[in-house]
């Protein structure tokens, strides 16, 4: 998930500059005005981030966009006030021994706002859509898990119809080559290779709802012209006269719809060669293993030649099936322990294929939504406001506190903060005010908050320019974090860790025993499930001078004349914090270890094409996760083909302490095995974590169950406005709810 | 007069096709695309946007592409929103257009007045007061500006809104920061103007004949005065209509300017050059204005014409 860049400029340092010198900030319990809500207790108001770039699940990526898009589309579960899963279309869910088949039970009281009743059919429909090449989501990868789903993402699983060499009907297959070309060599003739899934119909094609009459048509696809084949309604081994095809038409913005599969009488590439292979056990759909298979490499499959009109491209070879209208089961490739914990992501909330079809682009315009959520959409004013309402037709009506909600799209952060200020927004969260504001609010005002944030702030090293693992871990050891927040003042955590989490000294009772800490235990500590589930990440390379220039020396000694004299370091624009640390890792570097340091900034986008294609030495870097779990939001970045690795880090001990960890299925004993793998990777110090983010929280004293979490996703439609909270009497002044 | 207006058409088509090709390509030098993001897509995953966007062409082949779009003045869709470079045009010009005009009102009314009043004192306190006023206006940025209007009648006062534009006293702020710079300047140069115009002979002719001095001032005067003016106010109100982005930043004003540069930070390729291609029309459209505008105040030029 991306994170809004701070985009803090000179004037917001000069306005907060000015607002604290000039006219002195107001000497109140609360920051700036309170307006008066009794006539309107049921109507929040939220100063967003900035304008979400979308509002369709499948392909918004922005904590931006996620707060209107939950609250308008329902999940499997949802977010609860600590940022974890609950149940919402799911009532509950099964996980099987072997961890790699995870059952969802629905429900029937889900509606859309259409009134139709939402299904498990409707959940699968999502999975294909965000995988589809056609749709071509930013957020595939987020299913990765799920078999088969890369593969079926750059349209090489495919599903073969008829006993054929040496293949079975039903079989998975991979594609090694289309016409004796990889996709490789397609690719770099910059053309697409044929596909089989393409036809034709001979006569004009009505794309319609399934089962619907020619006469309710939205759309007609000329005699002739390309459409792809999605999906085939009933057994696709058995087409008979009743089965129909969902389509994509490529014109424009595209349209999709079901035709009856008889009318797509041409099928121009049924004579391609497929070059195909039978795919390992642990990718086929429907087969559980033990532990003992699991951990068998995958056997030897011979590759075999076939004829396009034999293998289809169908979600048929997608780890997901619908039991029945209300039951749903996902399998996975490898034991994912963690698969529950996306339950609630975008790419599992179903969106309403109806609309979907006829404007794929278009769809979520006010227009033509239709939503599943506890809010509907009402207006939407581009870079301005987003008007939501409460939906009549959401399954779960009392928990639904607001019968309206405004979201601002709030670029910039002075703005938002100024805009607070005055009333105009009753609440404001994620990182939205400028670092400068900061200082003068912290401890000051009751309705300012600093919460921990699911993010690390680290500096990347580019192993194959300093490749000495010594030269590395002496600037890990050459930094004092402590110092950090000091010239920051936003309240960020120092951390010589990896995986971010909560400091232990502040952590209950109940969880230092979770965790197995005493509460002088150093550093972090991530809480994965309340009450269940704790990890500790290993201790990294803290401040320690002496450390640190004994590493130089045997770095000198190991290097000789490639001893790097002076190193450079590259940071983005667009935030004043970026340039303060810059300048303190140059002292801190040239203090403790004689080492010169060029400073370089640039413009973002140059920033992350020039770190992703190795053209930097160090480099700042920040990395946000989705939900808390190392080992699925964290640790894969250091995975010799990750496109995240922009050390270029490639350790084989790390590689095979990740490997071992898959197969396991106790969560106890991964997060063991995973905290070895992370220890290998920080003990080599590819990078140096510096601190754990912070998310800066102002709401006005009269909101009501808007609580700040670890992932920033709080349940908007849960709060509500309590006008007398003046009279309160409850803890800290405000009243039981 | 029409054939000079023909001319200048024509000559601004080819000014469109350079604005459009220069600009299709400078972008597309620039390092980094549209889907690059601290988290990096698989590569299946980014060849399937490429694909989407025709990134995977090769560049010619999408010049062609893009050339056959805006010689239809459609510019496609955006790759980083769920809008058409049209829609976004439309959805934000108003916006600016709105400001700018608030702003032209205000930088035209003070600057006229701040330069008449300059020039009929010349040397004197007033034109030292005028010029020290203009001189702050073209010299204080409108991040600065902005900032301190905020502070002084939005969250001091409690007068205005200090952001977003709901209603007519949400533009008064950043109609005022904008307008302020651009008054300094039109100030300047009607004192320029009428210092000039006020030593020419048929000044004194006129006043020789007894005419009063406001008329010989307002109306004699300010007529030939005000050419230099009129030669700023084409590229001035294409600025100012077309959208500041600062201004727009400072007060969250949805206007244009804001959404070119964040097309520029995005790579957004088709909003990019959709927005400077309807820029680039509006600043030719504005200087043909200006031309027409110099014959209607001045017989002479159109004469010479």
């Excluded at chain 1, 002496?474 to 909560?502: E, N, S, W």
């Excluded at chain 2, 299946?44 to 062609?64: C, D, K, S, T, W």
């Amino acid at each position: 998930m991306t994170v809004p860049r701070a985009r803090s400029t000179t004037a917001a340092a000069l306005a907060a500059a000015a607002l604290a010198c000039a006219c002195g900030l107001p000497d109140t319990e609360y920051f700036g005005q309170v307006p008066d809500v009794s006539d309107r207790p049921r109507h929040l108001r939220f100063c967003n981030s900035g304008e979400p770039e979308g509002l369709d699940p499948a392909t918004v990526s922005s904590t931006t966009a996620m707060k209107p898009v939950y609250a308008l589309f329902d999940g499997l579960t949802d977010y609860d006030q600590n940022g974890l899963p609950e149940p919402s279309l799911a009532t509950h869910w099964d996980v099987s021994d072997d961890v790699r088949r995870f059952t969802f039970h629905l429900h029937d009281k889900g509606r859309w706002s259409n009134g139709r009743p939402i299904t498990a059919h409707d959940v699968r429909y999502q999975v294909i859509r965000v995988l589809h090449p056609s749709t071509a989501s930013v957020n595939a990868d987020g299913l990765e898990p799920l078999k088969n789903a890369l593969l079926y993402n750059r349209g090489a699983a495919r599903m073969v119809l008829r006993d054929t060499a040496g293949l079975r009907a039903g079989d998975v297959v991979e594609v090694l080559a289309v016409d004796g070309k990889t996709a490789a060599a397609w690719n770099a003739a910059d053309t697409s290779p044929p596909d089989a899934n393409v036809r034709r119909g001979s006569a004009p094609l009505a794309l319609r709802d399934l089962g619907a009459p020619v006469a309710d048509a939205y759309a007609t696809v000329p005699a002739g012209a390309d459409v792809t084949i999605v999906e085939l309604s009933g057994d696709p081994l058995r087409p008979g006269r009743d089965t129909w095809a969902y389509v994509h038409f490529n014109r424009g913005d595209g349209v999709y719809g079901w035709v009856p599969y008889a009318e797509l009488d041409v099928a121009p590439h049924a004579g391609v060669t497929y070059r195909v292979r039978v795919v390992a056990p642990r990718h086929t759909p429907g087969v559980a293993l033990t532990q003992a298979q699991l951990e068998t490499p995958d056997p030897p499959r011979p590759a075999v030649d076939v004829a396009g009109a034999d293998v289809l491209m169908l979600p048929e070879v997608l780890g997901v099936r619908v039991l029945d209208d209300h039951t749903i089961a996902f399998e996975t490739t490898h034991p994912t322990p963690w698969f529950v914990s996306i339950s609630n992501n975008r790419v599992l909330r179903p969106t309403p294929r109806e609309a979907v079809s006829r404007w794929p682009r278009r769809w979520t315009d006010v227009a033509h939504i239709v939503t599943s959520g506890p809010m509907r959409l009402v207006a939407w004013r581009q870079r301005d406001r987003i008007e939501l309402a409460r939906s009549p037709t959401y399954w779960n009506q009392d928990e639904v506190k607001l019968d309206r909600l405004t979201i601002f799209a709030m670029d910039d952060q002075s703005a938002a903060t100024n805009f607070y200020f005055t009333g105009g927004c009753d609440a404001l969260t994620a990182n939205h005010v400028p670092a400068s504001y900061v200082r003068k609010l912290k401890g000051r005002y009751k309705d300012f908050e600093i919460n921990p944030y699911l993010g690390i702030y680290m500096t990347i090293t580019h192993t194959e320019v300093f490749p000495s693992r010594h030269f590395r871990r002496a600037l890990a050891y050459a930094i004092d974090r402590t110092q950090i927040p000091k010239f920051l003042h936003g309240g960020q955590v120092p951390t010589a860790q990896f995986t971010p989490g909560v400091p232990i000294a502040q952590l209950s009772d109940a969880d230092l025993a979770l965790c197995g800490v005493t509460r002088d235990t150093p550093g972090v500590a991530m809480l994965m499930i309340t009450g269940e589930l704790c990890y500790v990440p290993p201790p990294g390379l803290d401040f320690d001078p002496e450390k640190a220039r004994a590493e130089l020396e045997l770095a000198r000694q190991e290097l000789g004349d490639a001893f790097p004299s002076s190193i450079t370091f590259k940071f983005n624009q667009g935030n004043e914090g970026h340039k303060l640390i810059a300048e303190y890792l140059q002292a801190q570097w040239q203090q403790v270890l004689g080492i010169s340091v060029t400073l370089e900034v640039q413009e973002w986008k140059t920033f992350l094409s020039d770190t992703k294609g190795g053209r930097y030495q160090t480099a700042r870097f920040g990395w946000i996760g989705n939900f808390p779990d190392a080992e699925a939001e964290f640790l894969p970045m250091f995975q010799c083909d990750s496109p995240n690795n922009r050390a270029r880090w490639c350790n084989p001990a790390f590689e095979a302490a990740m490997a071992e960890v898959k197969p396991i299925r106790d969560r106890k004993a991964r997060l063991v095995k995973l905290r070895e793998a992370e220890r290998i990777m920080i003990e080599d110090a590819p990078i140096i974590p510096l601190y754990v983010y912070v998310q800066l929280n102002m709401q006005k004293p009269y909101v009501r169950d808007l609580s700040p979490n670890f992932p920033d996703q709080p349940p908007l439609h849960e709060a509500w406005l309590d006008p007398t909270w003046r009279q309160g009497d409850g803890p800290d002044g405000r009243p039981a709810p | 007069m029409i054939r000079l207006i023909v001319g200048r058409l024509a000559m601004g088509v080819v000014v469109l096709w350079a604005v459009a090709t220069v600009s299709f390509f400078a972008l597309r030098a620039a390092p980094g695309g549209p889907f690059d993001e601290e988290r990096a897509a698989p590569p299946e995953v980014m060849r399937n946007i490429e694909e989407r966007y025709h990134l995977n062409e090769p560049v010619l082949v999408q010049y062609g592409r893009f050339l056959a779009g805006v010689a239809r003045f459609d510019f496609g869709h955006s790759m980083k929103r769920q809008q058409t470079v049209g829609e976004i045009i439309r959805n934000h010009a108003p916006y600016s257009a709105r400001l700018g005009v608030f702003a032209l009102t205000i930088a035209i009314t003070l600057g006229v007045l701040l330069g008449v009043l300059a020039a009929h004192r010349q040397n004197r306190l007033g034109d030292h007061a005028a010029m020290t006023i203009s001189l702050i206006g073209i010299s204080v940025p409108s991040f600065v500006l902005g900032p301190v209007l905020i502070m002084v009648f939005a969250l001091g006062l409690f007068w205005l809104p200090p952001a977003r534009a709901e209603g007519f006293s949400s533009y008064i702020l950043p109609a005022a920061t904008l307008g302020l710079i651009y008054m300094g300047t039109i100030a300047r140069l009607t004192r320029s103007g009428m210092l000039e115009t006020l030593r020419q002979d048929y000044i004194r002719t006129a006043r020789a004949k007894g005419v009063s001095e406001r008329a010989v001032v307002w109306k004699h005067g300010l007529r030939l005065g005000l050419i230099p003016v009129v030669t700023y106010l084409g590229p001035a109100t294409a600025g100012l209509i077309s959208g500041s982005f600062v201004v727009e930043k400072v007060f969250q004003i949805p206007g244009l300017g804001y959404s070119f540069v964040a097309s520029i930070q995005d790579r957004d390729y088709p909003v990019l050059t959709g927005v400077l291609v309807f820029y680039a029309t509006f600043l030719v459209l504005l200087n043909l204005a200006v031309d027409i505008a110099y014959g209607v105040i001045d017989p002479r030029i159109r004469d010479k014409r």
